[in-house]
């Protein structure tokens, strides 16, 4: 009985242990399911974020010239985040002609950004437009590569018609900004001129007035004008006219005297100046008579009261006095000794001293002013324009020259370089270390030498064979070549570089010290790029090195560097 319960209770203890692996089994199998489902859901959201960048074309096939649309569609889940789209030409084959701006829109909490670019090719033929790369934060999507087609354009010879070529038609030359430094120099040689005829003209008068009457006859010729001023009928019976006639009388007689006799006779009272004539007469001076000093002294007497106390002499007493000076010049004139010849010559060297003086101050005068003028014009131009500029447009700069003169677009080589350059690039033969004699073939084309301030070089290098070229050996060889020319301290920078039609090459850049010509001890401080490119069996360079503070050797460096294309080798 024991036993067989025994074996009862084993069983239905088998059978609880069966039931309790049987849902064990049944919870893995569903934590399973949940972990399968969340990876589902993370590779599922995977794709969809692989989903956020597509780009598309209005249409896969085109006529030679004609523009295709291309179009990238971002999709962001976070508005913040920064998109980064192509630029430049990173479509080739295709040659991108606009670059549109770009469109936002929002949809289920989501924003689309919506760019744009303008398409073509000017080749017939199947062309590949590569992959595109957006940068969404610091993580980089990738775009679909798409194929187009593009068609020749049939022509019907028998409808459309056939002409000559046009003859060559005349384009003018750009305008530049020359009526502006047109304008600037027309306004300093206008203040110039009004300057030179403001001083001239008033040295003139001086010297007219330097010119003029000897005091007698000066004196004469005075009294005569009044004469003819105030024989008005009537007009001495009036109290401001005869006011006006004893000023002028006394001022013809004082200015006499202080020519003549006493320097200050017109700053002296009446009674100051006859005692100064008594004193003349008294130490044998000039042989005045008493009667005429007294006479005088009635007249300016008279003409006191006639200008102060506002009394008017009786009629015919202003004809009178007129008379009396007339009188005291005419005497005096002839009491005065004649100059000697030695007094004579004296005053005409004084004479022509004073002229020279004249002249030399009218010269000074001119010269200063003009050259305050050019300095207050400049300091203008420096104020508006800055040091810079007007140091360059008025005394020059050669790197400037060269920015802004004609440029020459020319093939160096073989295969080919295309390249724009300020100058002509000339064949120049480099040396060659020994163990490489006879091994290699290099062009080389120059303009300048790293001794100059500006050089621009193009250097290209056959192998015999078709063997692979590591492209950093290269760009290490020619960076020792550099230093065997004498440049030290090279801080070498390095980066790939992609020209437009899609060849891909090595951008090296930065900064050294290399020698001076002519001083082989003295070095300056200038930059240098150098774009390298490799093909089995030949190597491709240019290398533009400049000064370091040159900014106008900075555009023409990245014109250089930009306008680089190569071309492949045809039989």
């Known amino acids: 009985m024991s036993k067989n319960y025994w074996v009862i209770l084993n069983e239905e203890d088998n059978t609880r242990m069966k039931v309790v692996k049987t849902a064990h089994n049944k919870s893995k199998k569903e934590i399973f399911k949940v972990i399968f489902a969340l990876f589902c859901l993370f590779f599922t959201t995977l794709q969809t974020n692989a989903q956020e960048v597509a780009a598309a074309i209005d249409r896969d096939s085109i006529k030679i010239g004609e523009q295709l649309n291309y179009t990238v569609n971002v999709i962001l889940a976070d508005s913040t985040d920064l998109v980064v789209f192509p630029e430049g030409q990173t479509f080739a084959p295709l040659e991108m002609i606009d670059s549109f701006k770009v469109d936002t829109t929002f949809a289920q909490q989501k924003m689309t950004l919506i760019k744009r670019y303008g398409l073509t090719q000017f080749d017939s033929g199947s062309y590949t437009i590569p992959r595109q790369t957006i940068s969404i934060g610091q993580t980089p999507f990738y775009t679909d590569s798409l194929r187009v087609e593009v068609n020749t354009v049939v022509t019907d010879t028998t409808k459309q018609g056939l002409y000559d070529i046009k003859g060559i038609i005349a384009v003018e030359k750009a305008s530049s900004n020359w009526w502006v430094w047109a304008l600037w120099i027309l306004g300093i040689l206008a203040l110039i001129g009004a300057f030179l005829f403001f001083i001239i003209r008033r040295s003139r008068k001086k010297a007219e007035a330097a010119k003029k009457l ?50 200050r006779s017109m700053e002296s009272t009446t009674g100051e100046l006859i005692e100064r004539l008594y004193l003349e007469k008294e130490s044998g001076h000039i042989d005045f008579s008493t009667e005429t000093i007294k006479k005088l002294e009635q007249v300016l007497r008279t003409a006191d009261l006639t200008k102060f106390a506002r009394i008017t002499p ?115 033969e480099l040396p060659l270390p020994d163990e490489l004699k006879g091994k290699v073939e290099m062009n080389a084309f120059a303009y300048g030498s790293y001794l100059d301030d500006f050089a621009v070089m193009v250097n290209n290098i056959r192998v015999p064979g078709e063997q692979e070229i590591d492209l950093q050996k290269s760009v290490d060889g020619s960076i020792s070549g550099m230093e065997q020319q004498g440049a030290k301290n090279l801080v070498v920078k390095s980066e790939k570089y992609t020209t437009p039609e899609g060849a891909e090459g090595l951008k090296t850049f930065g900064t050294g010290e290399f020698p001076v010509e002519g001083k082989p001890e003295t070095f300056r401080t200038g930059e240098y790029v150098m774009l390298t490119f490799t093909t089995p069996g030949v190597i491709q360079q240019v290398i533009v090195v400049h000064r370091e503070d040159d900014k106008y050797a900075n555009e023409m460096t990245d014109r250089v560097i930009n306008s680089v294309e190569l071309q492949k080798a045809t039989n």
């Open 214 to 263: 000897p005091p007698f006859e000066q004196a004469l010729v005075s009294l005569h004008q009044l004469d003819e001023e105030y024989k008005t009928p009537g007009r001495s019976t009036d109290q401001t006219a005869t006011k006006a006639y004893y000023s002028r009388l006394t001022d013809i007689v004082k200015h006499y005297l202080d020519e003549e006799v006493y320097d």
């Open 314 to 428: 009786e009629a015919g007493k202003s004809e009178a006095d007129r008379l009396v000076v007339e009188q005291v010049v005419k005497e005096t004139h002839e009491s005065i000794p004649p100059p000697t010849e030695e007094e004579l010559m004296r005053d005409a060297e004084y004479r022509d001293n004073l002229e020279r003086r004249r002249k030399r101050k009218l010269i000074l005068t001119g010269v200063f002013g003009v050259l305050g003028i050019l300095i207050l014009s400049a300091g203008i131009l420096i104020a508006t324009k800055g040091f810079d500029y007007v140091k360059d447009n008025f005394l020059g700069h050669p790197s400037k020259e060269l920015l802004e003169g004609d440029w020459i677009r020319s093939e160096y080589g073989f295969p080919p370089i295309t390249i724009s350059t300020p100058k002509v690039l000339k064949r120049t």
